[in-house]
């Protein structure tokens, strides 16, 4: 067993019990073998005062739901984790309605408002009465701004966003840049967040997993909205980590993050994107997965712009010169990893673009539908067992780009090649170095995992 401190790896255990412990203060977790958990708690209780353990149940506000379930379609027999924030964010809800007396909350079919058109709480369901629109928004007038509350209710959420909602992640932090210049534009933005979490509590972020540790893999996925901000034009970068495998998909991590200076294209924001999620979350996973594995793994990095994986695989850009001043983004970096240090670059189709909900303000109902579903946030019973179908706002099963899936297609991507870049006259020359000496060669991978 071992635990990662710092940046030092603290060996408390023989290794062969493969055990991985996650410590938050004083609240402990801890994964592996069945057989070998006893011990790896003995271990620790030798050497700290703890509360015996109990069952995986509630922690840090998130009850951790286990089970084994039949996988719709193929019909493999899957270890199932649903994280469960029903009442945590029943409780921000009740935050909102004590902080700012607006009791009646619309259903919501979207976290986010039709923009820039007039906004639109329908989503195609049939229009509340007008007693019931003069309740909700009559605290919404100019002169009732909800600035003094926006902080405690954002925050919050954030915190359910963060550990098992992703879904809600781009509205907070879109929401979160506006807290010292809030307006009333904002007051129905977080009004209409408030309502889509209010008709959502039965989703789940959910993860399961029906093969051995030698058919799993992490994989990366990043994208960027261009110029996605109107106010200042900057562009947003989302990033989306899971483990798959055949008959195994489970969400890792999200992130939504605006980027620090405007982009002038977007294969330029697409490469800013790509270098953000393979500094913070790729290369990092990949010494966790070394050790919890066994192996050396190899990441996959999903990305679905054409002219930025040109610029990643060669290492330049004669568009993207400026790239390394402006946003600190080194495009050789970029192409000796995918080159040397165990990560495949996956032109990704842009319907199976796993990020693409951290970037957008999806407004339409189907396709929001489609967006939680490949970060696999859930109905549960509409997932594995085949209810509430052919209703108002559900995704088809025909997709941009002639791809099909439908809602239980446990893994869209599996068994699913890499598209195929068509070969310019410019691929055939290697680009100039940017100094005066001979190139290296591209270096061998020795890293020793943790």
């Known amino acids: 067993m071992s635990c990662l401190w710092g940046f030092n790896q603290l060996k408390t255990g023989p290794p062969e019990l493969k055990l991985f412990l996650v410590i938050y203060v004083d609240d402990f977790k801890l994964a592996g073998p069945e057989g070998n958990l006893k011990k790896g708690w003995d271990l620790i209780a030798s050497g700290l005062k703890i509360e015996p353990p109990g069952k995986l ?30 009442d945590f964010l029943r409780s921000c809800v009740d935050r909102y309605r004590e902080l700012t007396g607006v009791q009646v909350m619309r ?33 919404l007038v100019e002169g009732q701004a909800l600035k003094p509350y926006a902080a405690k209710v954002l925050m919050k959420v954030l915190y359910a966003a963060r550990y098992a ?67 200042t034009s900057r562009s947003t970068s989302g990033i989306h980590l899971a483990l798959l495998g055949p008959n195994s998909v489970y969400p890792l991590a999200g992130q939504c993050k605006k980027q620090g200076c405007v982009s002038h294209s977007t294969p330029e924001a697409e490469v800013v994107a790509a270098d953000h999620a393979m500094r913070t979350y790729g290369l990092p996973c990949q010494d966790v997965w070394d050790r919890l594995l066994g192996r050396r793994v190899v990441i996959s990095f999903h990305e679905d712009n ?27 970096w970029l192409a000796e990893r995918f080159r040397a240090l165990g990560c495949d670059l996956f032109y990704e189709r842009s319907a199976l673009q796993a990020a693409d909900i951290y970037t957008k303000a999806f407004s339409i109902p189907q396709e929001w539908d489609k967006a939680i579903r490949l970060i696999n946030v859930l109905h549960p019973a509409r997932f594995w067992d085949g209810k509430y179908a052919h209703q108002h706002g559900q995704m088809s099963s025909q997709h941009k780009g002639g791809v099909e899936f439908a809602y239980r297609t446990p893994n869209p991507w599996h068994g699913r090649e890499s598209r195929n870049i068509p070969k310019g006259e410019e691929d055939c020359t290697v680009a100039a170095p940017c100094v005066l000496h001979e190139v290296s060669p591209i270096p061998v991978d020795n890293h020793i995992p943790w």
């Open 306 to 332: 054409e002219t930025a994986i040109g610029a990643m695989r060669h290492g330049y850009s004669p568009a993207m010169r400026h790239i390394k001043r402006t946003h600190g983004v080194c495009l050789r």
């Open 165 to 231: 909602r992703f879904d809600l992640l781009r509205a907070v932090c879109y929401l979160a840049q506006f807290i010292t210049k809030w307006d009333d534009a904002c007051d129905k933005r977080l009004y209409r967040l408030m309502c889509y979490i209010h008709s959502s509590y039965h989703l789940r972020l959910t993860g399961w997993i029906g093969d051995k540790p030698e058919d799993l893999s992490p994989h990366l996925f990043a994208d960027a909205d261009f110029a996605g901000d109107s106010k």
């Open 57 to 86: 149940g509630l922690y840090l506000g998130c009850k951790h739901e286990e089970s084994v379930r039949v996988l719709p379609e193929s019909g493999i027999r899957v270890r199932v984790m649903e994280y469960n924030m029903e």
């Open 107 to 139: 259903h919501a079919a979207t976290p986010f408002l039709a923009e820039p058109s007039a906004p639109d709480f329908s989503g195609g369901y049939p229009a509340p009465s007008e007693t019931e629109v003069k309740d909700a928004e009559a605290r």
